[in-house]
């Protein structure tokens, strides 16, 4: 099993629009993309503050699906409630 152990930092402002919304990790294997690991997030306040999540996955499913250069997997963050605002970020499997 392998474990990837993420801290985020999260500003939020106060919006009139909604209270509550959801921050979707969703990892998967570099080459077809296959689910690893998804995890739901509520973020229901306003303000500063630290997240510590561990999102534990198959890891020879990863490595084998790595791509040319082996061992890579893909982060995905996905905000419900702010449209464009998706990122994605590729890890190297140490």
């Known amino acids: 099993m392998g474990t990837l152990k993420l801290s985020l930092q999260v500003e939020r402002e106060e919006s009139r629009r909604d209270n509550f919304t959801t921050l979707t990790l969703v990892l998967?294997?570099?080459e077809h993309q296959k689910l690893l690991a998804c995890s739901d997030l509520p973020i229901s306040k306003n303000g500063s503050w630290t997240i510590q999540?561990?999102?534990q996955f198959d890891w020879k499913t990863a490595n084998v699906d790595g791509g040319e250069d082996g061992g890579r997997v893909v982060?995905?963050?996905?905000?419900?409630?702010?449209?464009?605002?998706?990122?994605?970020?590729?890890?190297?499997?140490?």
């Open 28 to 30: 998967g294997s570099f």
């Open 53 to 55: 999540k561990q999102l």
């Open 75 to 94: 982060l995905r963050l996905l905000l419900d409630s702010v449209r464009g605002l998706d990122s994605e970020i590729i890890l190297a499997l140490n």
